[in-house]
Nanobody, 125 residues
């Protein structure tokens, strides 16, 4: 079992930065790909970023590429999403996700093994 707890959401202005953290419990954390999925009001959940189990490969949606980075610290069982140059369209609830296959996260499939509860990010113009 893996439990995920997000933190770091909040209200920022356009152009500012925000860092989201996902703390995972469970001894098998290092064997999972990790990522972030977001859901804006009235819209479906969409992929944001993912990192494979080793941390060697990262993946980003086109909408955040060049602005967001993702990293993991297996010693701390933590995944960080660094969001720079935020835009109003980044406003959403951000969910941490864990799955043995990064493609499941990249495709934002509902079958993702583990989900966090979500953290709100609001970007004002």
């Amino acid at each position: 079992q893996v439990q995920l707890v997000e933190s770091g959401g909040g209200l920022v202005q356009a152009g500012e930065s925000l860092s989201l953290s996902c703390a995972a419990s469970g001894r098998t954390f290092s064997s999972f790909a990790m990522g972030w999925i977001r859901q804006a009001p009235g819209k479906e959940r969409v992929f944001v970023a993912a990192i494979n189990w080793s941390g060697e490969d990262t993946y980003f949606s086109d909408s955040v590429k060049g602005r967001f980075t993702i990293s993991r610290d297996d010693a701390k069982n933590t995944v960080i999403l660094q969001m720079n140059n935020l835009k109003p369209e980044d406003t959403a609830v951000y969910y941490c996700a864990a799955d043995r296959d990064p493609n499941t996260i990249i495709n934002a499939r509902p079958t993702i093994d583990y989900w966090g509860q979500g953290t709100q990010v609001t970007v004002s113009s």
